[in-house]
């Protein structure tokens, strides 16, 4: 191994951060979702949804890890990723496999972390009892 080979260079000021994020560093990961999240929030604002798209699936990724380490807050993160992403592919449509399962998920966490006493899941998960048919919530089950 060449000490002074670094992959990502091409990447700039988040070379340090991706190398920081790939040891385990909760603070890398949570910063590395927090620059996805916002350039999805950026994109939506431009109408540029294919890139909000991308930045999604980019955040999905860093929140994956963050949560990983199993505080309520990086699911949560998780969550709200995953449904972004669902609402994208759609969900509740006939062949909207994907976005069902990305929403089927994202409510599994949700119900998770309300078992456990997080208000704001529960919050989340009576928000989508509301909005979303019962079969996400029996595919959720299967997930848990």
Not at 7 to 21: K, Q, T, V
Not at 50 to 55: K, L, Q, R, S, V
Not at 66 to 95: F, K, P, R
Request: charged fraction near 15%.
């Amino acid at each position: 191994m060449i000490a002074s080979f670094d992959p990502n260079a091409a990447m700039g000021d988040l070379s340090p951060l991706i190398r920081d994020a790939a040891s385990g560093d909760l603070s890398a990961q949570r910063q590395g979702c927090f620059l996805a999240w916002q350039g999805m929030k950026e994109a939506v604002g431009r109408g540029s949804f294919a890139i909000a798209h991308g930045c999604a699936i980019e955040m999905m990724f860093w929140a994956r890890l963050a949560a990983s380490h199993g505080e309520d807050q990086d699911v949560l993160t998780l969550a709200s990723a995953l449904s972004y992403l669902a609402e994208y592919w759609g969900y509740d449509q006939l062949g909207a496999v994907y976005g069902n399962d990305l929403l089927a998920e994202a409510t599994a966490l949700l119900d998770r972390l309300a078992s456990d006493g997080n208000e704001v899941a529960a919050n989340g998960l009576n928000l989508l009892a509301q909005a979303v048919a019962p079969h996400i919530f029996q595919k959720a089950k299967e997930i848990a």
